[in-house]
């Protein structure tokens, strides 16, 4: 039996940046700053691959859902 995986993958702001908080205090300030997909989803992406390479999976599927910078063409 051969399994399609669906991995969710979440941008977020980049762990090496110093987070600041906008002056009016409704938020973060994101404009400008490094953004990557999160660690944890790194991770579940990696697993799927093993999966996949184990023949336990046959497809690995990775979806994000948001604004149109969390398209990379380069993968």
């Known amino acids: ?11 977020v702001i ?16 994101t404009d400008g700053v490094k953004h990557s997909m999160n660690p944890f989803c790194e991770i ?3 697993e799927a691959v093993r ?4 023949k336990l999976a046959m497809e690995v599927i990775a979806v994000s859902c948001g604004p149109q910078q969390c398209q990379r063409s380069d993968l």
């Open 1 to 11: 039996m051969a399994l399609r995986l669906l991995v969710s993958v979440k941008r």
């Open 14 to 29: 980049d762990y090496g940046v110093v987070i600041r908080v906008k002056p009016d205090r409704t938020g973060v300030v």
């Open 44 to 46: 579940a992406i990696e």
């Open 51 to 54: 999966l996949k390479e184990k």
